[in-house]
């Protein structure tokens, strides 16, 4: 783990238990002899605000490597994978699926990708005809299948 | 004798037409799945589950165990022809392997990995036949005191086995178990951490945590990461492994494989573990240690015995226990709940039909699998040259329907991009994601045995150092953390996992 991931691992740790606290505030805590819903839940709040607070010192205390690579999230391919998640749970009730398969398939055009577009076609369209054969005829899913 | 009653018994079962098919089809499935590079055998079960949801439970559970032995192969398949580790257990393979690969001994190599898996497989086949048993009839002297404390060794041994920093990965647990409270508390009937949100009243589902965590945001990660691929090149024309290759290959297979069948039953251990260990004990134990990395068979041959052993070893504690040793057979317990059974130690004697025909069926899987891979190794290279553009949808559908299939409703799509956008942000952190998984299916149930043990001692915690079963494992659980907590002991640990990079 390079310093700078220690830190934002740290403060993560310490924003969900704090989270999982505000979240539980209402929760019965209870005994130990006599828990309510709260206590399990408390312990581990206040065990990931621990594990955090562990972190930022480690990261406090630790140098930095000459090499350390600087964090950096890949946007395009993040976007584009929950778009696409997004679109599917979107469109097949109002689509169905091999239209819905279809429109996923081609959204990969946008990947950054090398790709060519008649074979990228081809694939929507076998894609689409495939995963409604094998879903909802063969596996007999509950899928819905035209649309509206 | 009983064990030999027994596995006539699953013989019987797995022998019928119906459920020899089923094995082929989990093989062939698994493997399929599994050599498309960046998915594991997590992933992989995850997405093939809806196959098997139609199937009766004594079909289905041998479907998935068969796709589970066809992840496994196939990871290591991809691992050897394009330098790609499926997921971290064939990292190990791909050290040699890729490099007989590059001599032009790929065929070689693939076959090794196969025959040594077999080997071992039948070997790990007969453990669990004895094993888990013995093990079952240990566990009703358990009380919750002893359920506790082993679950909690079982938590933190897998964050010790595992590569990356103790300390977060402790936390990944602690976030996993969270995750694992929110619905409705089996105890009371009360509902908590639900935000109003009707969907999750009976809780998060597993398989969408692990769909997100491991399939979506390992997509993610893969098309960031462009640089890594490579195309399998040549043909693959000598599959059989010479005289001399059997010579060295053997000795190591059965080390392996042992290894494997020991690491494996340990909670956290599994197949991970069991080809790390196989590896740095090969290296120690040759000759020429100098050749390792550059195209040793023994290199592949005792990994691969290994992790298949460990992979099915690890099937022990979990139908044995109900306690999943591992994040895939956390899922493998999920996919059993799914169809009613509930894996623990009235799981062998209530449905003996049930359990001794998977135990068989692992055995005709390992065979099938030798059958299947070493003609077909052709579709495989063929399968690993699609462009990544084609295939990644392709994967996504596979997971969003097999998520939507669960319940049947959109929802859990849309919370399966959440997680898969949270795993990526895990893993840009430095914070391994299986660690949570484990803790997610394992949080409930140790909040319960922990809720009746402080019932019976009546709020006094020296309960789990009075009794003597339970006082040994928080020993244990105990001793493995000082260890880590030693430094010499942290830089060996450092050192073991280095050879993945």
Same mark, same amino acid.
């Given at each position: 783990m390079g310093t700078q991931q220690q830190?934002?691992?740290?403060?993560?740790?310490?924003?969900?238990?704090?989270?999982?606290?505000? $979240?539980?505030?209402?929760?019965?805590?209870?005994?130990? $002899?006599?828990?309510?819903?709260?206590?399990?839940?408390?312990?581990?709040?206040i065990g990931?605000? $621990?594990?955090?607070?562990?972190?930022?010192?480690? $990261?406090?205390?630790?140098?930095?490597?000459?090499?350390?690579?600087r964090l950096s999230i890949a946007w395009r391919p993040l976007l584009l994978v929950t778009i696409m998640v997004i679109g599917f749970a979107f469109l097949l009730p109002r689509l169905g699926l091999p239209l819905t398969v279809a429109l996923m398939t081609g959204a990969a055009a946008f990947s950054g990708e090398k790709f060519h577009w008649p074979a990228l076609g081809a694939i929507a369209a076998g894609m689409a005809v495939l995963s409604t054969l094998l879903f909802s005829t063969a596996l007999n899913l509950q899928i819905p299948v035209w649309p509206f | 004798m009983d064990l030999f009653s027994n596995l006539a018994l699953g013989f019987s079962v797995a022998l019928t037409l119906k459920n020899l098919f089923y094995c082929f089809a989990g093989a062939l499935f698994g493997t399929l799945i599994g050599v498309l590079p960046g998915i594991g055998?997590?992933?992989?079960?995850?997405? !093939? !589950?809806?196959?098997?949801?139609?199937l009766e439970p004594t079909g289905a559970l041998i479907m998935l165990a068969g796709i589970f032995y066809g992840a496994q192969y196939g990871g290591s398949t991809t691992a050897i022809l394009v330098n790609l580790p499926?997921? %971290?257990?064939?990292? /190990?393979?791909?050290?040699?392997?890729?490099?007989?690969?590059?001599?032009?001994?790929?065929?070689?190599?693939? =076959?090794?990995?196969?025959? &040594?898996?077999?080997?071992?497989?039948?070997?790990?086949? #007969?453990?669990?036949?004895?094993?888990?048993?013995?093990? %079952?009839?240990?566990?009703?002297?358990? +009380?919750?005191?002893?359920?506790? &404390?082993?679950?909690?060794?079982?938590?933190?041994? &897998?964050?010790? !086995?595992?590569?990356?920093?103790?300390?977060?990965?402790?936390?990944?647990?602690?976030v996993g178990m969270l995750l694992g409270l929110i619905g409705t508390d089996v105890t009371t009937g009360e509902q908590r951490f639900v935000f109003g949100i009707r969907q999750i009243y009976d809780g998060i589902d597993f398989v969408v945590v692990a769909m997100g965590l491991f399939g979506v945001a390992e997509i993610i990660a893969n098309l960031?990461?462009?640089?890594?691929?490579?195309?399998? %090149?040549?043909? #693959?024309?000598?599959?059989?492994?010479?005289?001399?290759?059997?010579?060295?290959?053997?000795? =190591?297979?059965?080390?392996?494989?042992? !290894?494997?069948s020991i690491l494996g039953v340990l909670p956290g251990g599994g197949a991970l573990v069991s080809s790390f260990a196989s590896y740095s004990l090969e290296k120690r134990l040759a000759k020429d240690p100098s050749r390792f990395g550059k195209g040793a068979i023994e290199g592949v041959a005792g990994p691969e015995a290994a992790n298949n052993a460990g992979a099915q070893a690890s099937f022990i504690p979990m139908l044995a226990l109900g306690i999943p040793p591992n994040a895939v057979m956390a899922l493998m317990i999920a996919a059993m709940t799914i169809h009613g059974i509930t894996p623990g130690p009235k799981f062998l004697t209530d449905q003996p039909t049930l359990f001794w025909g998977m /135990?068989? %069926?692992?055995?005709?899987?390992?065979?099938?699998?030798?059958?299947?891979?070493?003609?077909?190794? +052709?579709?495989?290279?063929?399968? @690993?040259?699609?462009?990544?553009?084609? @295939?990644?949808?392709?994967?996504?559908?596979?997971?969003?329907?097999?998520?939507?299939?669960?319940?049947?409703?959109v929802?859990?799509?849309?919370?399966?991009?959440?997680?898969? /956008?949270?795993?990526?942000?895990?893993?840009?952190?430095?914070?391994?994601?299986?660690?949570?998984?484990?803790?997610f299916i394992l949080g409930p149930m140790v909040e319960e045995q922990f809720r009746r043990t402080l019932l019976l001692s009546d709020g006094d915690f020296s309960i789990f150092l009075t009794r003597p079963l339970s006082a040994a494992l928080i020993g244990v659980t105990v001793a493995l953390l000082l260890m880590m907590a030693l430094p010499s002991l942290r830089k060996g640990r450092e050192e073991a996992f280095r050879e993945q990079d």
């Open positions: 830190y934002l691992s740290g403060l993560f740790f310490i924003a969900f238990g704090a989270l999982a606290v505000w $979240a539980g505030r209402d929760l019965t805590i209870g005994t130990a $002899a006599d828990m309510g819903i709260g206590y399990t839940p408390r312990a581990l709040a990931c605000v $621990a594990v955090g607070c562990l972190l930022l010192v480690q $990261a406090f205390f630790s140098s930095p490597a000459d090499d350390e690579v | 055998p997590l992933a992989t079960i995850a997405m !093939l !589950l809806p196959i098997t949801f139609h499926g997921e %971290s257990s064939s990292v /190990v393979t791909a050290l040699d392997g890729y490099q007989m690969a590059r001599q032009g001994r790929a065929g070689v190599a693939l =076959a090794t990995a196969a025959l &040594a898996s077999f080997f071992a497989g039948c070997v790990a086949t #007969i453990v669990i036949a004895i094993a888990a048993p013995a093990l %079952s009839r240990m566990a009703l002297l358990f +009380g919750p005191p002893e359920f506790t &404390a082993l679950m909690v060794m079982g938590l933190i041994a &897998a964050v010790v !086995l595992a590569s990356g920093s103790i300390v977060a990965s402790i936390g990944m647990v602690m960031a990461d462009r640089h890594t691929r490579e195309l399998p %090149s040549g043909k #693959i024309t000598r599959l059989m492994p010479t005289k001399e290759d059997v010579i060295q290959a053997a000795p =190591a297979t059965v080390r392996g494989t042992l !290894l494997g /135990v068989v %069926s692992m055995w005709i899987g390992n065979m099938i699998l030798v059958i299947l891979n070493l003609p077909l190794v +052709g579709i495989w290279v063929k399968l @690993l040259k699609i462009p990544y553009a084609y @295939l990644f949808p392709a994967i996504l559908v596979f997971c969003c329907v097999g998520v939507y299939s669960i319940n049947y409703r929802f859990d799509v849309f919370l399966m991009a959440g997680f898969g /956008v949270f795993g990526y942000f895990l893993r840009r952190i430095g914070c391994e994601p299986a660690p949570m998984v484990l803790g």
